[in-house]
């Protein structure tokens, strides 16, 4: 990661399970810029990381009868957003790499501070 160019810009996702109405403008956000070309990522730590266990995304709702947060996070990665997540983060929620729906990569907050924190613009949701 401390390799890779500096994203045009970084959400570092704090935002997860509890407060469903939250997450689709993070994911709309990320999507929109990179959308526009730019390099986007979104970094899961804290609550954040369970939505990237398998099912769980698929589960919640932000509006009744509307997409599920797994839809908004397709989006944005159709769009071209690098999602990263954060591996003491894993511990956290009781989790392991097993419990993940894709592999993707894991980094930990120190490891991935110095290239988020290049950013041109971080955002914290």
């Known amino acids: ?6 994203a045009d810009l ?3 996702l704090i935002t997860g399970p509890e407060n469903p109405k939250r ?4 994911f709309f956000l990320a999507a929109t810029a990179a959308a526009s070309e730019q390099d986007v ?4 730590t804290g609550p954040a990381t369970e939505l990237l266990a398998k099912g769980k995304a698929e589960t919640i709702f932000p509006m ?7 839809d908004f996070m ?5 769009n071209g957003v ?5 591996l003491q983060s ?9 419990d993940l729906a894709k592999d993707l990569p894991l980094l930990t907050p120190s490891a991935a501070l110095p290239a988020l924190g290049a950013a041109g613009r971080v955002f914290t949701w």
Do not use: H, Q, W
């Open 1 to 6: 990661m401390s390799t890779m160019k500096p």
């Open 41 to 44: 990522i979104m970094y899961f």
């Open 23 to 26: 997450l689709p403008s993070a």
């Open 10 to 12: 970084v959400i570092i």
């Open 74 to 78: 397709k989006l944005a990665e159709d």
């Open 82 to 86: 690098r999602i990263i997540g954060c």
């Open 64 to 70: 009744t009868g509307g997409k599920s947060v797994a």
């Open 90 to 98: 894993l511990e956290l929620n009781g989790m392991t790499t097993g």
